[in-house]
């Protein structure tokens, strides 16, 4: 028997265009979806599908055209500029391609000036951070460095221990594998699976399947509208009819 899950973010009939002038642009149209609680989500579709844009939508970095967000049952399209800022800051964590982390900062220093912005006490901060920097990989000796002194992957999984130090609801993740190599991806993407093990739920974009694999929950976009998604399960690396299976459902997607 199946487990209902609790919906996490619910999107009614959504549209973004971008203008200039009297020209218009439409990104997607009447797009609706639900995401659900601890699911790690995984948005693909075509090169200009709208998956980014999309999950800017989802995570309040940025505005619909119409419609409606809701999240665990708060209508954040509701919100101005201050509130959407407050909600990002106490519900989200973000992690991109390129990675915004201070130079001039050591690793640690990154995450306990993010982690700062929240509600902890600082030493419980500090307690959590050292937690997470072991969870990710990553020892003492290199959270003391500087970003322009560790690897990419290395920078990446420490921008990962940055983005959940608060204790985010969902973690949004835009091609966060995109700049990296082979060897530092999988240690990227390790991190995910581990953080997901524990409940964490993430929202990824990914044009890449390997990457993708480490979703349970595929949504693909298609012209503007949400085209249909792909249940894989809980990642396991032994589970070779997983590539398959999403083979066969991006052919169906006319990926």
């Given amino acids: 028997m199946e487990v209902k899950k609790d919906i996490l973010i ?21 797009l609706s979806l639900d995401i659900y609680k601890g699911d790690f989500t995984v948005i693909m579709g075509a090169s200009g599908a709208g998956k980014s844009t999309l999950m800017y939508s989802l995570s309040g970095m940025d505005r619909p055209t119409k419609g409606s967000i809701f999240f665990s049952d708060k209508e954040i399209t509701k919100y101005n500029d201050d509130k959407l800022a407050i909600f990002r800051r106490e519900n989200c964590g ?6 915004y982390l201070l130079e001039k900062m050591s690793l640690m ?10 509600k902890n006490h600082k030493k419980e901060v500090i307690q959590r951070a050292k937690e997470l920097f072991e969870l990710v990989n990553i020892p003492a ?3 003391k460095k500087f970003s322009t002194q560790v690897s990419g992957g290395e920078a990446q999984r420490a921008g990962i221990v940055r983005a ?3 204790n985010p609801e969902v973690v949004f993740a ?15 993407l390790n991190v995910f699976t581990k953080i997901h093990k524990e409940g964490q739920s993430i929202i990824m974009v990914t044009h890449d399947k390997k990457t993708a ?16 998604d792909c249940n894989l399960g809980n990642y ?9 299976k999403l083979d066969e459902f991006l052919a169906e997607m006319g990926w």
Avoid at 10 to 19: I, R
Avoid at 176 to 188: D, F, I, K
Avoid at 236 to 244: F, I, N, P, V, Y
């Fill in 10 to 30: 619910s999107a009614k009939n959504l549209k973004k265009e971008f203008c200039m002038g009297e020209t218009c642009q439409t990104i997607f149209e009447n």
């Fill in 174 to 188: 835009d091609e966060p594998t995109g700049a990296l190599n082979s060897n530092n991806s999988e240690a990227v």
């Fill in 236 to 244: 396991s690396e032994a589970d070779k009819e997983r590539g398959m």
């Fill in 164 to 166: 959940i130090i608060n």
């Fill in 213 to 228: 694999l480490r979703g349970n929950r595929i949504l693909y976009i298609k012209d503007g509208q949400f085209f249909g």
């Fill in 141 to 143: 000796v290199t959270q």
């Fill in 94 to 99: 973000f992690v991109f391609q390129q990675i």
């Fill in 109 to 118: 220093d990154n995450v306990l000036t993010a982690g700062a912005l929240g």
